[in-house]
T-cell receptor, first 110, second 117 residues
Framework: KNEVEQSPQNLTAQEGEFITINCSYS?????LHWLQQHPGGGIVSLFM???GKKKHGRLIATINIQEKHSSLHITASHPRDSAVYIC????????????FGKGTKLSVIP | NAGVTQTPKFRVLKTGQSMTLLCAQD?????MYWYRQDPGMGLRLIHY???????AKGEVPDGYNVSRLKKQNFLLGLESAAPSQTSVYFC????????????????FGEGSRLTVL
């Protein structure tokens, strides 16, 4: 089974700071998902990637397949970015199961 | 466009009672999933479905049953609730199989908080 580790577990930043959240996994994958869980509990998909880099607004996700590592970057952070960010990976076998990290709780202070 | 809707949002049960959580999606997605989220743990897959009339076990299926009689609905049942089933339950759906090539972006419901006393 894939082991997914996220770091840091908790992160507090000042508004405007550049933020990096890391995700490492133990076994080769076919896709990696980044999710955002709002303080109210709802979960939305931010990115799905299998190689390279993706950008959406102030969010950037990168993945290094050889190093089994992905990062989520937030530029010019804002209090509304405060949420739990979750990494999830799908194995290369024909499975419909994702393995989820425990999440990184981000708090952005004005 | 409602996306993925879960009902009920909150429920309190006594040990041994039964209940059904309903997940409905209006995006014509083939794949649907039920997850549970517990403090200090990542989301865990309970059961999933790859199409109407199909269901399969996930990582933690014991104590739960599911049905997918209609493509848009995925029901999660607890036949005899136990305190260990106190959790937040999330339904999700994807058009394809969780990878880019299959349009595998996940869409989640708002969650259902279940407490078993």
């Amino acid at each position: 089974k894939n082991e997914v580790e996220q770091s840091p577990q908790n992160l507090t930043a000042q508004e405007g700071e550049f933020i990096t959240i890391n995700c490492s996994y133990s076994v080769g994958i076919s896709a990696l998902h980044w999710l955002q869980q709002h303080p109210g509990g709802g979960i939305v998909s931010l990115f799905m990637l299998s190689s390279g880099k993706k950008k959406h607004g102030r969010l950037i996700a990168t993945i290094n397949i050889q190093e089994k590592h992905s990062s989520l970057h937030i530029t010019a952070s804002h209090p509304r970015d405060s949420a739990v960010y979750i990494c999830a990976v799908k194995g290369t076998a024909g499975s419909y199961q994702l393995t989820f990290g425990k999440g990184t709780k981000l708090s952005v202070i004005p | 466009n409602a996306g993925v809707t879960q009902t009920p949002k909150f429920r309190v049960l006594k040990t041994g009672q039964s209940m059904t959580l309903l997940c409905a999606q209006d995006m014509n997605h083939e794949y649907m999933y039920w997850y549970r989220q517990d403090p200090g743990m990542g989301l865990r897959l309970i059961h999933y479905s790859v199409g109407e009339g199909t269901t399969a076990k996930g990582e933690v299926p014991d104590g739960y049953n599911v049905s997918r009689l209609k493509k848009q609905n995925f029901l999660l049942g607890l036949e005899s609730a136990a305190p260990s089933q106190t959790s937040v339950y999330f339904c999700a759906s994807t058009y394809g199989g969780l990878v880019l090539e299959d349009s595998g972006e996940l869409f989640f419901g708002e969650g259902s908080r279940l407490t078993v006393l």
